[in-house]
């Protein structure tokens, strides 16, 4: 099983910029989107 230092769930501005962030400063980061895209560019039709 993954281990991680940092989960962070859905990748709008606020996720992407801590996710960053964090494995910049060395952290082990685990990213979930529930979207097909990362970002926050997903259409709710």
């Given at each position: 099983?993954p281990?991680?230092?940092?989960?962070?769930l859905?990748?709008?501005?606020?996720?992407?910029?801590?996710?960053?962030?964090?494995?910049?400063?060395?952290?082990?980061?685990?990213?979930?989107?529930?979207f097909?895209?990362?970002?926050?560019?997903?259409s709710?039709?």
């Open positions: 099983m281990q991680f230092d940092l989960i962070v859905g990748s709008g501005a606020a996720g992407l910029t801590a996710a960053m962030t964090a494995h910049d400063l060395g952290a082990k980061v685990g990213l979930f989107e529930k097909h895209q990362v970002g926050c560019f997903h709710r039709n």
